[in-house]
């Protein structure tokens, strides 16, 4: 069975999605993505979809629930890579992804969720301060 790896650096999870994402799949990562966070305990994943040419409104949806969820269990998301085009069929579809933060590559992803975990960290009184 298709997996799509999920790997930590540091206090995050980055996903890169390099296979054609079909509703299985999308169902496997959520279950593992949320499995991973609550054992590691981490507070930031990054999402990259830059080899995504296509993204239909169950894969849209399933986006969002996994940053819902995640946001549930006290991490944040970003999703990074959009395509042009998948953007454009995404606004078509009516999938705004609301609550979902984005940015244009995996560098600014990386900083977005550094700046969001150590803010939210010390907005919570955890004492550590994330570089």
Aim: charged content about 25%; cysteine-free.
């Amino acid at each position: 069975m298709e997996r799509i790896p999920i790997l930590r650096m540091g206090d995050i999870l980055v996903v890169s999605i390099q296979v054609d994402m079909h509703d299985r799949l999308a169902m496997t990562l959520q279950e593992e993505l949320t499995s991973r966070i609550v054992e590691v305990g981490t507070h930031g994943v990054l999402i990259d979809i830059s080899t995504l040419d296509m993204v239909d409104s169950f894969i849209g949806r399933m986006i969002g629930n996994i940053a819902d969820m995640s946001r549930i269990l006290d991490a944040e998301t970003v999703v990074v890579g959009m395509q042009p085009a998948v953007a454009i069929t995404m606004v078509e579809l009516g999938l705004t992804l609301s609550g979902v933060r984005t940015a244009l590559n995996v560098e600014r992803g990386m900083d977005l969720l550094r700046s969001l975990v150590g803010r939210r960290l010390v907005e919570d009184g955890d004492g550590r301060i994330e570089d």
